[in-house]
């Protein structure tokens, strides 16, 4: 009988990184999206059947946020993008790592590119914080 391999995923175990601050108060759910910005890697495609490849220099990335409404990370995303609309100096590294599953994902700059809305009502709501960066690296393991 063949071994069944079993892997086990744990949200404890992603951890996010802004500068010196550990982001807490994470959603209750889907909490984090990173997205490249760049098209990566181009083709064209000649009518003789000639392929062209292009890779493209852009490698930033766009990275969603989503925290409790109660997350002191809210705060402190509030405070980098309060400084860098008044001075521009609320640039920051970035790190995220999933311990268990490999992926690290870092950059020397980033920024919050808009405030997070606010909802409000019975019950306590989402904040969703997007941050972009200038290159990063991105690795799977």
């Not at 790592?97 to 870092?106: C, M, Q």
Request: glycine residues 10%.
């Amino acid at each position: 009988m063949p071994s069944v391999k079993v892997k086990t995923y744990n949200s404890r175990e992603v951890v996010v990184a802004i500068g010196t601050h550990a982001v807490s108060g994470l959603a209750d759910d889907s909490f984090l999206t990173i997205s490249q910005v760049g098209n990566g890697i181009m083709s064209k495609f000649g009518c003789d059947g000639e392929v062209a490849r292009a890779i493209d220099p852009n490698q930033s990335y766009q990275v969603q946020l989503t925290l409790l409404q109660t997350s002191d990370s809210s705060k402190y995303l509030q405070s980098l993008y309060d400084r860098d609309i008044e001075s521009g100096d609320g640039i920051f590294p970035i790190l995220i790592k999933d311990i268990k599953g490999g992926l690290v994902f870092s950059s020397e700059n980033a920024w919050v590119t808009k405030q997070a809305d606010r909802g409000y009502g019975k019950d306590t709501n989402n904040r969703q914080w997007a941050i972009q960066t200038a290159n990063a690296t991105l690795k799977d393991g």
